[in-house]
C-alpha cells in the first residue's frame, strides 16, 4: 500500500521559532508537494520538487524553505514561525507522469 | 500560473438530487492536466479524476461523470443521485504544464438525507 506519512499530526510551537515538518514517501517518486491548507482558501502550493535537490517556488513561498536531500523525503522548514503560519500541512507526492496525486495524513501547526 | 475558479463555495442538496460543482480554470500551457480530489470530513484526500488537456471526451464513472469543455475552459463534476457520504469538499486541480498542481478553494457539498 503506497504510503506518504508526516512527522507529526499536530504540532505546537512558539514564534520565532525554527519548525521543520518532514515528509516522507515510499513510492519512490520523484515529485513531492508541500501545500498549506486554510478555511475558505483551499490548497496553496508553497513549494514543489522535482527531483533531489531540485525545487521551485510555488504560490505562497514566502516565510518557507524547503530541503530534498534524498529522494524519499522532503522537509518544508519555518525559518521564524509567525502566527500567520498556523495551519493544516499537507504532503504530497507523485511520478513524473503525474497520474495523481497521493497526500499525507497533514500536521496542523499552531504557531502561539 | 494557473489559476482555478470554484465559484459554488457551499452547495446543499436533498438525497438522491443530482449536483453539478463548477470549475473554471486558466492556464497559459497548451498541454497539462485537470484532476478532481475529494475531502470527506475525515480529512484525507481523495483521488477521483485526471483528464489530460488533449482529451475532450466527457466520463462518466458510476454516479460520477465530468464535463471538459476547452473552449471554455471548464472542467464540471455532476453527481447523480446524490447520497449522504457524497458530502465532503471537492476540489479542482489545474496542473502547470505536466508538473505543478494547483488546487481551487473547493466546494462544499452538503447531501442532507
Known amino acids: 500500500d503506497v504510503k506518504v506519512t508526516q512527522s507529526s499530526r499536530y504540532l505546537v510551537k512558539r514564534t520565532g521559532e525554527k519548525v521543520f515538518l518532514e515528509c516522507v514517501q515510499d513510492m519512490d517518486h520523484e515529485n513531492m508537494f508541500w501545500y498549506r491548507q486554510d478555511p475558505g482558501l483551499g490548497l496553496r502550493l508553497i513549494y514543489f520538487s522535482y527531483d533531489v535537490k531540485m525545487k521551485e517556488k510555488g504560490d505562497i513561498p514566502e516565510g518557507y524553505s524547503v530541503s530534498r536531500e534524498k529522494k524519499e523525503r522532503f522537509s518544508l522548514i519555518l525559518e521564524s514561525a509567525s502566527t500567520n503560519q498556523t495551519s493544516m500541512y499537507l504532503c504530497?507526492?507523485?511520478?513524473?507522469?503525474?497520474?495523481?496525486?497521493?497526500f499525507g495524513p497533514g500536521t496542523r501547526l499552531t504557531v502561539t | 500560473a494557473q489559476k482555478v475558479t470554484q465559484a459554488q463555495t457551499e452547495i446543499s442538496v436533498v438525497e438522491k438530487e443530482d449536483v453539478t460543482l463548477d470549475c473554471v480554470y486558466e492556464t497559459r500551457d497548451t498541454t497539462y492536466y485537470l484532476f478532481w480530489y475529494k475531502q470527506p470530513p475525515s480529512g484525507e484526500l481523495v483521488f477521483l479524476i485526471r483528464?489530460?488537456?488533449?482529451?475532450?471526451q466527457n466520463e462518466i464513472s458510476g454516479r460520477y461523470s465530468w464535463n471538459f469543455q476547452k473552449s471554455t475552459s471548464s472542467f464540471n463534476f455532476t453527481i447523480t443521485a446524490s447520497q449522504v457520504v457524497d458530502s465532503a469538499v471537492y476540489f479542482c486541480a489545474p496542473s502547470g504544464g505536466y508538473q505543478k498542481v494547483t488546487f481551487g478553494i473547493g466546494t462544499k457539498l452538503q447531501v442532507i438525507p
Open positions: 504530497a507526492s507523485s511520478s513524473p507522469a503525474l497520474e495523481r496525486q497521493y
Open positions: 483528464r489530460n488537456s488533449f482529451d475532450e
